[in-house]
């Protein structure tokens, strides 16, 4: 005798044949398999009519208990890996314009150095390579010869979103939250860059950490990536020792780091100690391949790929999050209408529009994107939705950027290091 098996499990081992089971031709679920899902939600479906064919509902896809990260001086954030240290924020605890620093993720490629035991002012940064005139800088004298900015900036792992690709992608697997929003006091690289005469064929930049390699071997690199001097230059991009008014802690990149906001986070180089102008694009640790590149033509998903067609991921996609409801919220019987909040953002871009459904997709409601304190930092959107009765909903959260380019119902542009994966959120609740 067969194992009778759950929509969860055949979704997981054979979609196609869920798909065949579960939905008529005409894609409206056949009705034991829509009492076999209300049952396993636990609630009616009001909106059952409008889900697409082949759709698994978000509660569902949730598999088993989730790990914590149990660190002193953070939130309670879900643990991703150890070795390297990663670790995501809930969407719930994205609810500040300012993220406090506990609730900050966490993305490491090698292993967490040793505090710096002297003064912090003496922590030496070297600007070198294609410049006239090559820098060696206390933290001290950053602080006292440039002028220093506080800022509101968006980073992002390049990552962010991961999980939504099929098939499945090499690297941890980020749900929505690698997105942290801080306020960053240091000083614009750009100073920096112009106190050491970039010559004419500086043209990039390579950026250098403490952070020892998984190996222990001292020779190597964890990470060290570089970009276009065009962005090194904008007035954005900082060197960074304050993070939300005080140092920097040391998972964060104490005593100094670089800020690259709207670019991907493997930029944004911590415990920083070197970065070197070239004329050619660096070729640390990071670059390359398929490390932090996406395809220029899309790819077969599941396919091999050296990445030789492949481009680096400049500015990050537009994405949104409701912030205000939890995945998973059980809210009182008789609970009509949603007063909603959350944050967009767009890599250089800027947000246009948050819409959000709660059908399915078939409807959808425009919400207020208000504009933000700076460049680079992400905007607050806010509206309320009807619910026509109790009942299990998922909350679509789509946004819309400057350009025109909205959130995909899916992640696109597969490629094997799931990159850029940014489809629409699904925030599911339960009302009564």
């Not at 991009?237 to 005080?246: H, I």
Request: with cysteine; net charge neutral; aromatic share 6%.
């Amino acid at each position: 005798m067969g194992v009778e098996r759950s929509l969860t499990e055949l979704y997981g081992d054979d979609p196609e044949r869920a798909d065949a089971l579960a939905f008529g031709r005409r894609g409206a679920l056949k009705g034991a398999a829509l009492a076999a899902m209300g049952a396993a939600l636990g609630s009616t479906i009001p909106f059952a009519a409008r889900m697409p064919a082949g759709l698994l509902p978000a509660a569902l896809a949730q598999a088993g208990e989730v790990p914590k990260l149990r660190m002193d001086g953070k939130a309670t954030l879900i643990l991703l890996g150890e070795r390297p240290l990663v670790a995501e924020t809930p969407e719930a605890m994205l609810d500040d314009d300012v993220t406090p620093t506990d609730k900050f993720f966490i993305r490491n490629n090698g292993a967490i150095p040793e505090r710096f035991a002297g003064d912090p002012k003496s922590w030496r940064l070297r600007i070198d390579g294609e410049v006239n005139t090559p820098l060696d800088l206390t933290l001290g004298e950053l602080q006292s010869r440039f002028e220093a900015v506080t800022l509101r900036l968006q980073m992002e792992c390049g990552g962010n979103g991961r999980a939504a690709f099929t098939p499945e992608t090499r690297g941890n697997q980020w749900g929505n939250g690698a997105i942290s929003n801080g306020e960053w006091t240091g000083v614009r690289l750009r100073d920096v860059v112009r106190a050491a005469g970039p010559k004419d064929t500086a043209r990039f930049t390579g950026h250098f950490g403490a952070d020892p390699h998984l190996s222990g071997d001292t020779s190597r690199q964890a990470i060290s990536r570089g970009m276009p001097v065009a962005k090194a230059m904008e007035d954005t991009t900082v060197l960074a020792w304050n993070l939300n008014g005080e140092p920097l802690p040391l998972v964060h990149g104490f005593p100094l780091r670089l800020i690259t906001p709207g670019w991907p986070g493997s930029l944004s180089q911590k415990w920083l100690n070197r970065i070197t102008l070239r004329a050619t694009p660096h070729d640390g640790p990071g670059m390359g391949g398929t490390s932090y590149r996406v395809p220029v033509r899309p790819i077969v998903p599941g396919s091999t790929n050296d990445g030789k067609e492949f481009v680096d991921i400049a500015s990050m996609p537009v994405r949104g999050l409701l912030t205000n409801l939890a995945h998973g919220s059980r809210l009182p019987a008789g609970t009509r209408r949603l007063d909603l909040r959350g944050h967009a953002w767009a890599g250089d871009l800027t947000v246009r529009a948050v819409h959000v459904s709660a059908d399915f997709g078939a409807s959808w409601t425009e919400m207020r994107v208000a504009e933000a304190p700076n460049r680079h930092a992400w905007q607050r959107w806010t509206g309320s939705l009807e619910l026509p009765s109790d009942g299990y909903f998922e909350l679509w959260t789509r946004a819309t950027d400057s350009q025109g380019r909205m959130q995909p119902h899916q992640a696109a542009n597969w490629n094997p290091q799931g990159y850029a994966a940014n489809a629409m959120a699904r925030t599911a609740i339960l009302v009564g």
